[in-house]
């Protein structure tokens, strides 16, 4: 099994040079997320899913409901950045804000669960 799987990402990888926008949007997700084995690598998984979003691949960008945290980097503190993630209808914040939603949340149901409960 192990050596398909090889196959079936060195497949993929051939595919996503030659420019395949799926077999890019593949690997994007793949680094981004671990699937198949693959170990995380974000840069990667940036520039393929670049790659598919550039040859048109609807999966590759933002969808309405994403949600996007903003780093403290100065291009992303510019409105402009705000504002295409809010046209494509996703959710732009900062890290601030998010970290503060993350933590009512996360008050909010340890409230209302337990640590007997969630045992």
């Not at 395949?20 to 593949?26: D, G, H, K, W």
């Not at 993630?85 to 970290?99: L, M, T």
């Not at 009512?104 to 640590?115: D, I, K």
Request: glycine content about 8%; proline content about 2%.
């Amino acid at each position: 099994m192990a050596r398909s799987l090889k196959a079936h990402t060195e497949n993929c990888f051939q595919q996503a040079e030659a420019g395949v926008c799926v077999a890019q949007l593949q690997l994007g997700l793949m680094y981004s997320t671990g699937q198949k084995g693959a170990l995380l690598d974000y840069v990667a998984a940036h520039k393929w899913l670049n790659l598919a979003a550039l040859r048109g691949n609807d999966e590759a960008t933002l969808q309405t409901g994403d949600i996007v945290v903003r780093d403290n980097l100065p291009a992303q503190k510019r409105d402009g950045a705000k504002r295409a993630v809010e046209k494509r209808g996703a959710w732009s914040c900062s890290q601030g804000a998010f970290r503060a939603i993350f933590e009512g949340m996360r008050v909010a149901f340890q409230q209302s669960y337990p640590q007997n409960q969630l045992r």
